[in-house]
């Protein structure tokens, strides 16, 4: 009952009212392109006949919600799955090499933790470079990376993958570090009385320590891993995915199609985010974890 | 011959020196250097040998004069290989990597004795704190370096870090008018408006608790989504100019702020406030004296993140259409026509910028949090 209160009321009312205000704007932007198209069929169209065309165009300013459901709804469950307009499949040709990526990233991003944790050498001389890299806006390496591996004839899913393997490795990377430092000074002590090897003090001690670190990290990497996928799809030209249909979309002025796609986009970072959060629950739970 | 009957009297002390001298004697073997007709003069390759066993053996020496040693020994013997690899670029043989290695591996052993000091000064430690990291910058590039012209990468590849340095040089203006278009107009701009946004919401969140526990959540959901896909649709209403990049920027700047603000508004104890209170302080005098001091680490986090968010977004949101001027639309088109180097340039000039514009949020607060204990070392 607190929970209700105290977050699902708040929360839905403000997105009630960001509906409402998307509403008026979707009124406000799209006015002035349907005055102009009453005056060239000489119409004087009533108030509320009036609001009800600027909320039906085709290619709006800014499409009004129910719009966006309707053209997301229609591209989600009323397309055969293998139609390249199809949301589905867009979204699973982005999903594939996110999770490409993701996997990539966070087992390179714990290779890299432990590395830096055991060799010192590695963490003066790695680890300020890890951070300073992602100072580097990557991003705006996509386009390259995708065109030069085309050039030596790596297509598809890899390029793409890398790129969300580049985005994810770091927050797994802070993350692990942190989490397998995390064991107290007691706690080594403890496992140095038990005269327990460097090995297995990391089996047993700063592993299971690092796994609620691991989790935490991981939701950043998984998003962060979607946000390279689309960029990723951008510089091979609209062919499928989420980023494509973005840019097939700004180039044909479909704007219902990319808010929709944006939504799909959404969905599926909140699914993956979710898929992250519940693993990482279960494995606490596995792990004998108990409820604080 | 005369490196051969050194070889008998090295002793190294370290699994790198010995895999080192290993990787010598390798590369006499399968000599020489290059296949190609003018090769390395015998001066330099006798002089590259000697600095190797000069590296390997320096390790005996007290540690101050041999980590000098090493780290010479090393890295005039790299020096000497990529000067030696001009003219016979794509000819390189075993024997030039064996070499190239093995001067890594005594880079690393340098690396190694040096992160084993523990200098009482500061400065030295500061100073300690950079050679570190640099050395290892360093590498990534000498090897780089070392290969692509070794072994002939074509140009549209990889080019060498020389090429691009020298593409930077080359092309100022160019990369100058693109770091104003971007940086100067949309990034700044966007990052300022969008984190005052944030913060200003954060404070009236703050204000109205129905407001917090509504926006919080969304804050942090939002966070996970990929919000440059805005961009195209920015780029439609704004238009071509960057005023469009400016709103993604302050788009994507908007809920790291907002978050972690409100995080950081609620980091204060209750004693504190408490203090406040017995003073009869009002809200706002709270908010200033206690609370957004209190904040501050949060807050300077989320403009840490910003920072990158902000040039991300408006290099990104270049490829949906820009005028023929910007770090974004530079990139798409040079691509296109396969001037690789220019792309590095401008990823360079990208990076160094995003560099930039970190350290000096970060000096930033260390300026402003200076009694913040993270700050203070303890």
Redesign the interface.
Known sequence: MDSFRDKIVPVTSILLGVVVVWYVMAVILNAPFQRDLDRRANQTPGIVEFIGKTLAQPKPTLPAPHQVAVNFFENTFLRSITSNRSLVYNAWVTLSSTLLGFAFGTALGIVIAVGIVHVATLDRSLMPWIIASQTIPILAVAPMIIVVLAAIGITGLIPKALISTYLSFFPVAVGMVKGLRSPELTHLDLMHTYNASASQTFCKLRVPASVPFLFTSMKVAVAASLVGAIVGELPTGAVAGIGAKLLAGAYYSQTIDIWSALVAGSVVAALLVMVVGIAGRLVDRAMGGRPA | MSSILSLSSITPRSWQGYAALVLLAGALLLWPLVSATPGYGMATTVLIFILLLVAIEADNFPPMIGVVLLFLGAHGAAWMLLAGITGNEGSARASFYLLLVAAWFLA?RC??VL??FRPTSRWASTAL?LI??A???AWILIIWEAVTRGAGIPF???PPPSAIGARIVGSLPVLGADVRQTIFKAVIFGYVAGSSAGFLVAIAADRVP??R???L??GN?V????I??????M???FGFDWQSKAAVVIIMTFFPMLVNTVAGLAASGHMERDLMRTYASSYWQTLFKLRLPAAAPFIFNALKIN??LA??GA??AE???TPVVG??FR??TE??RMN?DM??A??AV??LA??V??GVVALFERAVTFWHPSVRGG
């Not at chain 2, 966070?223 to 990929?226: C, D, I, M, R």
């Not at chain 2, 440059?228 to 649709?233: E, F, N, R, S």
């Open positions: 690393w690396v190694t992160s084993s704190r570190i990291p050395i290892f910058g549209i590849l990889l129905f407001l526990r509504g926006l959540p969304i959901m966070s996970a989504l990929p440059i896909g805005v961009a195209p649709i780029v439609m209403w920072s990158t040039l991300i290099i990104v490829f949906f259409g770090m974004g990139i798409s691509v296109g690789i792309v590095w401008e990823i990208a990076a995003g560099s514009f970190y």
